[in-house]
Every structure is written in C-alpha cells, then in structure tokens.
C-alpha cells in the first residue's frame, strides 16, 4: 500500500469492504456506461484502491457520479464516494492535470461528470433546462435560487 493511499483508505474505511456486491447493484454507471464492469465498479474502485496506484490510471475514477448511492448501501461502511473524491487529486497529480474529457463548470470551474454520465442526465430528465447540466450542483443550486427568487 502506498504511503499517501494509507490515510485516505483509513478515513474512508475501505478495508472494512466484504465484497457483497451490493454498491454495484446500485451504482448508475451500470446504465451509463455499455463496459460498466468490475474495475469501475465502486466494489471494484474500492479493492484497486486497496492494490495501489494501478488505480490511479485507470477511467474508474473518472466515470463516478459521486451520487453517493454506494456509500448510502454499504452495510461495512465504506466510503465508497469519499474514497474516489480523496483520489482524484492524486490521480490529477499523477496525470499531470484532469483527464482530457472531463468538462468543468461554466460558472466556477469545478469538475462535471463526465460526458457519458451528462448524456444519460440529459436523457433521463428532458425536463431540466440544459444550461442548469452545464453548472455543478452548487452552481446549479445557486442559479436555481436567484432564477426563482
């Protein structure tokens, strides 16, 4: 286990992860994505993190939406969202910078989901303006108030 891994892995529990599956069975990324499997699976995310830095290369965490659904499931606990959010300034360091699809919020710069995850928003709710899927969910949430204040 990497040094800088060992504190974040601590934090987030991910030791205590069974491998019951049941964050999988949850995760949306199975919809989004048509190769949705083990290694971007949160249950996967999780043992990679556990493995080292491979994880780190890989698109897995990249394609979390950071719903939360994983960590909400979890009967062990583990921070599966968390773990991803405290890996990914790892993985820009490593990279160099944020992965070359990534889109960033149009108002402050924050990092959106990426453009599959955005795609299946856009298809699963037609009903939300399209300039609110550009922003991230602060901004969404700012923009939202000053437009129906």
Do not use: H
Request: proline share 9%; with cysteine; charged share 20%.
């Amino acid at each position: 286990m990497d040094a800088e891994f060992g504190p974040i892995l601590a934090a987030r529990s991910a030791g205590l992860c069974v491998e019951c599956g049941k964050c999988v069975t949850v995760c949306p990324m199975a919809e989004m994505y048509p190769d949705f499997g083990w290694e971007t699976s949160p249950r996967g995310l999780v043992q990679l993190a556990l493995r080292g830095r491979e994880l780190l290369a890989g698109q897995g965490l990249w394609r979390c939406t950071q719903c939360e659904a994983c960590t909400r499931t979890c009967p062990a606990g583990v921070d599966c969202c968390g773990l991803v959010a405290d890996l990914r300034p790892l993985a820009r360091a490593e990279l160099g910078g944020e992965p070359a699809a990534e889109a960033v919020c149009a108002m402050c710069g924050a990092p959106l989901p990426p453009a599959p995850v955005l795609a299946y928003l856009r298809r699963a709710l037609p009903q939300v303006p399209l300039e609110y899927l550009d922003l991230c969910p602060a901004c969404r949430r700012e923009r939202y108030i000053r437009n129906n204040s």
